[in-house]
């Protein structure tokens, strides 16, 4: 009886222990960190379209990049028209500020290459999420690694925007069915007009959660 005591005593000492330990380890995320990602992604929905199951370490395909740019240049500008396309120079500047990198191929499944010399989508939409983050981690060479909810956007329509939100900015994915996790890698930049934008370096989808109350932790 003595020894069943004992062990049972060990073993509360030791909850307590690792109790204390994960609280002096973790923190909540401040709030206006979640709001801040939240509203830039929320501003540029068509991040949705880099959202995929990467090989680690694998790169963005040209056609992920080039999708993006044409969805970037036609939310920024009001003369946009579908069928003339978007200039080549433009979708070069666009990739080399948003990833860093340079095309060598405009047609492919999603784009292509138009007789005037511009480039047009084939017709593909964004999905609608929002991003809500999750844990957030600062790299050794000032890039940050952050892992996000991604929530299907069409359930918003059963919800006014103050209950989609509050429920979104609280963790309660309780009516939002499954969510997915996603870690998008990048470098937070300015432009020259000193305008906050995010140079993306990688995304993975990690899995799938089925809805639920969660406790936000940075680390």
Do not use: W
Not at 68 to 93: L, R, T
Not at 158 to 187: H, P
Request: proline share 2%; aromatic share 16%; charged share 25%.
């Amino acid at each position: 009886m003595k020894k069943i005591k004992y062990c049972v005593f060990l073993m509360v000492i030791a909850f307590i222990f690792n109790s204390c330990n994960y609280a002096e380890n973790t923190q909540s995320i401040p709030m206006d960190s979640i709001s801040k990602y939240y509203d830039y992604f929320e501003n540029n929905y068509y991040i949705s379209l880099l959202m995929n199951n990467q090989n680690e370490g694998e790169d963005f395909s040209e056609e992920q990049m080039i999708a993006f740019a044409i969805s970037h240049y036609s939310s920024i500008n009001e003369d946009y028209d579908m069928q003339n396309g978007v200039p080549i120079n433009s979708i070069d500047d666009i990739v080399r500020q948003y990833f860093n990198k340079e095309v060598s191929n405009y047609e492919n499944n999603l784009t292509v290459l138009l007789d005037n010399g511009n480039v047009a989508s084939r017709g593909f939409s964004p999905y609608p999420y929002s991003y809500i983050l999750k844990e957030i981690t600062k790299n050794k060479d000032g890039s940050k690694k952050a892992i996000f909810y991604a929530v299907d956007k069409t359930i918003m329509e059963n919800m006014t925007e103050k209950e989609y939100k509050e429920k979104l900015f609280t963790g309660d994915f309780r009516d939002f069915g499954t969510v997915e996790i996603v870690e998008f890698q990048f470098i937070e930049k300015n432009d020259l007009d000193g305008n906050y934008y995010l140079q993306f370096l990688s995304s993975k989808i990690l899995g799938q959660e089925t809805g639920q109350k969660d406790i936000f932790h940075i680390f």
